[in-house]
């Protein structure tokens, strides 16, 4: 995996692309898989949610708007990004705390957040077991952590699938953003992250959570995990 420092500079890259790129990339489907995340997250009002890697605000935003009584911060290491996400946020005049930061080495006390998720971004942390340890120290016990990331589909279009990965989606994303490298280097680490049962043994061994499971969707492109904190 390369330096954090050049995964934060390439994702500062494409910060003012991110959005139209993904919408395009992913045919819209992000924006269901969100819903699927919502929906199994389940906050309650006044829930305290913390969105990690949280690039443009999406998710965050989605969660504030489905509920505005729910205490949502996103974080994110990139600045761009997060300056992208704080418009977005002013422009529907909603209060969400944007901060910068690590998933990994972050700054909240224990016991924060009824939830913390992750959509799209525990791949290109520099630990997944420190970014699982970093969740579970900063939400409260019983509360749950939601993780969502690609995977490698099964059946009819796993063929189709890679090759949309590693020819299509290189050079689109190389257009809209200027940046072909950046979309090289996602998909390449989409193929290489653990999934399904081989995630779930990850979060296992750090033996801080407890009521794990996974879903599959669109046959397996994207994964949605679910624990909660011991």
Known sequence: MPEKESIQSMFSAIANSYDRANEILSLGLYKKWYKE???LAAPNDNDSIIDLATGTGNLAILFKKHNNKLKVTGVDFSQ????IAKEKCQKENLDINWTLGDATHLDFPNKTFNIATISFGIRNVSSIEDCLKEMARIV?????ILIL??????GFIKHFYKFYSNF???IIGGII?????AYSYLNQSSLEFPYGEKFIEIIKTTKLFKNFHFKPLFNGIAYLYYAEVL
């Open 168 to 170: 299509i989606i290189p």
């Open 80 to 83: 761009n990004m997060l300056t």
């Open 177 to 181: 953003t200027g940046n072909k490298k």
């Open 140 to 144: 409260k016990t019983d509360g749950k």
């Open 149 to 154: 990331e690609f995977g490698t589909p099964i």
């Open 37 to 39: 995340l919502l929906k």
